[in-house]
């Protein structure tokens, strides 16, 4: 399977909010970045993250382009709001080592009516 198909995978999983199948996909040393957020670290973590993400809200990719290069897939996405973002995706043994998110915190609290934060 490429990294195209693990993380085209991984992003059905992440919609459906399938935590144990996303977790998976993760190595056990990942780490998630978030630019507009603290880094998380390690599998177990980011399985905490991601649950309470998913307590909070109803998140969903659409993947609008995926480049694959090495160990790695750069993905452009949007969600339902028309909200954009760029989350690369660098891979280690076939499994998600680090994923970097790039967008903007106070762009997304807009699109989706959240209080936007003073810090």
């Not at 991984?10 to 880094?39: G, H």
């Not at 452009?76 to 967008?103: L, M, N």
Request: with cysteine.
């Amino acid at each position: 399977m490429s990294l195209k198909q693990t993380l085209e995978k991984f992003i059905s999983f992440y919609n459906d909010q399938k935590l144990d199948e996303l977790m998976e996909i993760y190595a056990d040393d990942a780490v998630n970045d978030q630019t507009a957020l603290r880094p998380i670290h390690g599998k177990e973590a980011i399985r905490k993250m991601l649950q309470d993400q998913f307590g909070r809200l109803k998140a969903h990719c659409i993947i609008q382009n995926m480049v694959e290069q090495d160990n790695s897939v750069a993905m452009e996405w949007t969600d339902p709001s028309g909200f954009r973002a760029c989350t690369v995706f660098y891979f280690k043994e076939g499994k998600i080592w680090i994923q970097r998110g790039y967008w903007d915190k106070i762009t997304y609290c807009k699109y989706h009516n959240l209080d936007i934060p003073r810090e």
